[in-house]
């Protein structure tokens, strides 16, 4: 989750959303982004927006952009004693959309990528951020990772016709 602030000098200044695991949940006071599970038959793109809704509230209302950012990290899961995979993606919120929280969590803050990246713990999301600061602050590179709320690549207009 990011947003697109401006300086003074009118310098896009990107700022991830990072939420803190509440008390009584593994891992609790990680600083991280939204993370979950798929449901019976969902679609992955499909899943990631329902988890980003329920654990933030933010819906097609807050929703600038949507990005497959071309990233899936597997990781050792000791609960299920597993191998876990799991597909990333980021969207881009207007600048006044503020969460409101689930029970997974128990405080957010905006920070600058730089902030954020130094923040996080595992590497899948300082991966994730720094995608977000090298190809999704660039909106000619980010066209190319966009997709639509119903998880499709958008079409990518030729310029050259």
């Known amino acids: 989750m990011f947003r697109v602030a401006r300086t003074a000098r009118d310098v896009a200044r990107p700022e991830v959303l990072l939420l803190r695991r509440a008390p009584g949940r593994i891992l609790t006071g ?72 689930s029970d997974e969590h128990d405080e957010s803050r905006w920070a600058p990528v730089d902030e954020a990246h130094a923040e996080v713990i595992w590497p899948g999301y300082r991966t994730a951020i720094e995608r977000i600061r090298d190809d999704l602050s660039d909106p000619e590179r980010a066209a190319w990772f966009e997709l639509t709320l119903e998880g499709s690549r958008r079409p990518l207009i030729d310029s050259t016709s």
Not at 31 to 46: F, H, I, K, P, Y
């Open 30 to 101: 990680l600083w991280q982004c939204v993370s979950g599970s798929l449901e019976a038959d969902e679609r992955v793109a499909l899943g990631a927006l329902r988890e980003l809704y329920e654990e933030t509230g933010f819906g097609a209302g807050e929703i600038e952009a949507y990005y497959d950012l071309d990233l899936v990290n597997q990781f050792h899961e000791p609960s299920v004693d597993g191998i876990l995979t799991a597909a990333v993606f980021a969207v881009r919120l207007r600048l006044d959309a503020q969460p409101t929280l």
